[in-house]
């Protein structure tokens, strides 16, 4: 049987500036590594349109949470690379702790809803 490719999941808002910071736990990258690289780790699921990732890059970079540099790509062209801030670090753990109450909370719910009857 063939595997069908997964169909790609919408992004729910004020999730992507945690999707970044995450993904530059691992390093400096240019905005078109970074959301290759989200696209890769969630296997196809998630795809980050060039007109939000730039704007949310800009809107990181302004409140401290990332920092951003001309530098040499591996391809030799100029690039901005961004990296993760002390700030930003911060922000990412903040984050990620609201995040996991809210999946826990929406797991809580969705299973209850299975267990009532109809």
């Known amino acids: 049987m063939k595997r069908r490719p997964p169909s790609r999941v919408e992004l729910l808002q004020g ?8 993904t530059l736990v691992f390093g400096p990258n240019h905005g078109h590594a970074i959301a290759r690289r989200i696209q890769r780790t969630s296997e196809d699921l998630l795809q980050v349109e060039t007109g939000s990732l730039y ?3 800009h809107r990181l970079e302004a409140q ?12 030799g062209k100029r690039a901005r ?3 993760l801030t002390a700030r ?4 990412l753990e903040a984050a990620r702790t609201k995040w996991d109450s809210f999946a826990r909370a929406m797991g809580l719910v969705l299973r209850a809803a299975d267990l009532e009857p109809s």
């Open 15 to 22: 999730t992507l500036d945690l999707l970044i910071l995450r």
């Open 55 to 57: 704007p949310a890059l």
């Open 64 to 75: 401290g949470w990332i920092a951003a540099s001309w530098e040499l790509s591996d391809r």
């Open 81 to 83: 690379y961004y990296r």
């Open 88 to 91: 930003g670090r911060r922000q």
